[in-house]
């Protein structure tokens, strides 16, 4: 019984590794319904500037599977009215290249495919920040880095 009970230890303990890839999909943090709180553009004279978002644009939100898929919904408030946007996706995949790094792929018909990676972190379970080192004009000012704050709603 002795040899039984120590090679059905030994079984488990050799079976079984650590997953250090952080590509368990179903507990992966990104998995959830998120929205976007604000932006922090990163000014290229050491100031930042905080956008939040708009009562419209708050209705906007992105669902991240755990079969590594995603899907959203956007509204938007250019023409003066909160109106959703029509987007027709033919695919939108996401992976978790290693612990804070993600992959996005995503192709809206009649266009390219678009692949991005962004270094993300999770400061709590229901907060994501996205980070991205683009670069543009905000309120007439260069920026350089930015991110996006994310907060999840379901």
Do not use: R
Not at 37 to 49: D, P, R, S, W
């Amino acid at each position: 019984m002795k040899k039984i009970t120590l090679f059905f230890i030994l079984i488990t303990i050799l079976g079984c590794s650590p997953d250090n890839s952080g590509n368990n999909s179903a507990t992966d943090p990104i998995v959830g319904k998120w929205k976007l709180a604000k932006e922090v553009f990163y000014l290229k004279n050491g100031n930042k500037v905080e956008v939040l978002t708009s009562e419209c644009s708050s209705k906007s939100h992105t669902e991240y599977l755990a079969n590594n898929t995603a899907k959203g919904v956007s509204y938007s408030d250019d023409s003066g009215t909160c109106e959703l946007e029509e987007t027709n996706w033919e695919y939108f995949n996401w992976s978790n290249l290693t612990d804070g790094k993600y992959k996005f792929v995503s192709k809206i018909s009649g266009q390219s495919e678009e692949v991005s990676i962004f270094n993300v972190d999770f400061p709590t379970s229901t907060t994501m920040v996205w980070h991205d080192d683009d670069f543009g004009v905000i309120n007439g000012q260069e920026f350089q880095g930015s991110e996006e704050h994310l907060v999840k709603i379901k």
